[in-house]
């Protein structure tokens, strides 16, 4: 056997090893998240948990959208209307 395929099997049974690492955390993660599922789904208030969570999700998806499409607004655009409202608010104090 040469060394390139000795090196061509550490690197399939590396990435094997990885895929069964990756497999096995996403497995446990699944199960602690039935678990706590399994808790929430006794607890008398679910409705209200149901209802806050969702709040919390609606607002999450907000600034998740808000970070990835908005266009941030022109730095002088932004001054120029600060000075606009402060000599309009100027002259109505005057």
Do not use: F, N
Not at 2 to 18: I, K, M, P, Q, Y
């Amino acid at each position: 056997m040469t060394d390139a395929t000795r090196r061509g099997r550490g690197r399939e049974e590396r990435a094997v090893l990885v895929a069964a690492g990756l497999a096995d955390l996403a497995v446990s993660t699944i199960s602690s998240a039935v678990g706590g599922l399994r808790g929430l789904l006794g607890r008398s208030d679910t409705a209200d948990l149901v209802r806050d969570v969702e709040g919390d999700l609606q607002a999450r998806g907000r600034l998740a959208l808000d970070r990835y499409t908005r266009v941030p607004p022109a730095h002088l655009e932004v001054l120029a209307q600060q000075v606009k409202a402060r000599r309009t608010a100027d002259a109505g104090d005057a």
